[in-house]
């Protein structure tokens, strides 16, 4: 089930300068897993190797936060739109 | 450079004392070849402090895509400092999220605002200067 997932300006330079790509699964995790079938250097950088959401990126299907749904075990339906954004904060 | 349409420091300065007493926030929407900020969007500060600041992630989703369907990109982040200078804090280098973008840095310290502008790459800070028009 093909998603849309965008990407933050950081994270394109690992999937060939591209902003959108197209990924495959049926829960968030299985999408990124895919996501990093295509694109390797993207490994570690939404997903930890712990196999959590990364602190510093913020996820959304659609629009809703996935922090607030089932985290990496959000399902996804065809055409779904992932957006991964970088968290921003400081003081 | 940075170059800040009068509307969008106009946006930027007003929201940053709408914040007081707490630090605000918000993203530039841009070009980022040329370095013009031509959208302010001004968002909520999830940390509610006077001394951090954390981006509401909903609305950056929302500027995010307001701004790609204005064939723009989010170019920076701009927020306030209530008490001490428009320079960025060492929580500020440590997590700035992109080395492309602009870090604004608004100073309510004194009765004027001091607006300023910095790219950080790799913990380094450097200042730009910031043409407004």
Request: negative net charge.
């Amino acid at each position: 089930m093909p998603v849309e997932v965008r990407l933050p300006t950081i994270l394109r330079q690992d999937a060939g300068g591209q902003a959108t790509v197209k990924a495959n699964g049926a829960t968030l995790a299985d999408v990124f897993a895919d996501l990093t079938r295509q694109f390797p250097n993207l490994a570690g950088k939404v997903v930890t190797e712990d196999g959590a959401l990364h602190k510093f990126v913020n996820v959304y299907v659609n629009d809703d936060d996935v922090r607030y749904l089932d985290k990496l075990d959000t399902k996804v339906a065809d055409d779904d739109v992932v957006s991964i954004l970088p968290a921003v904060a400081g003081g | 450079m940075l170059r800040l349409g009068s509307d969008v420091y106009l946006r930027m300065v007003g929201h940053c004392f709408d914040g007081l007493p707490e630090e605000a926030c918000g993203l530039l929407g841009g070009n980022p070849a040329s370095g013009l900020a031509s959208i302010c969007y001004p968002t909520r500060n999830d940390a509610a402090s006077s001394k951090l600041y954390t981006v509401n992630p909903l609305d950056h989703l929302k500027a995010d895509r307001d701004a790609e369907a204005h064939g723009l990109e989010i170019i920076g982040v701009f927020h306030s400092h209530t008490h001490t200078d428009a320079y960025p804090s060492p929580t500020d280098v440590a997590q700035a999220p992109d080395p492309a973008w602009h870090y604004v840095l608004v100073s309510l310290r004194d009765e004027a605002p001091m607006v300023r502008s910095y790219r950080i790459v790799d913990g380094n800070i450097t200042e730009e200067p910031v043409v407004l028009g």
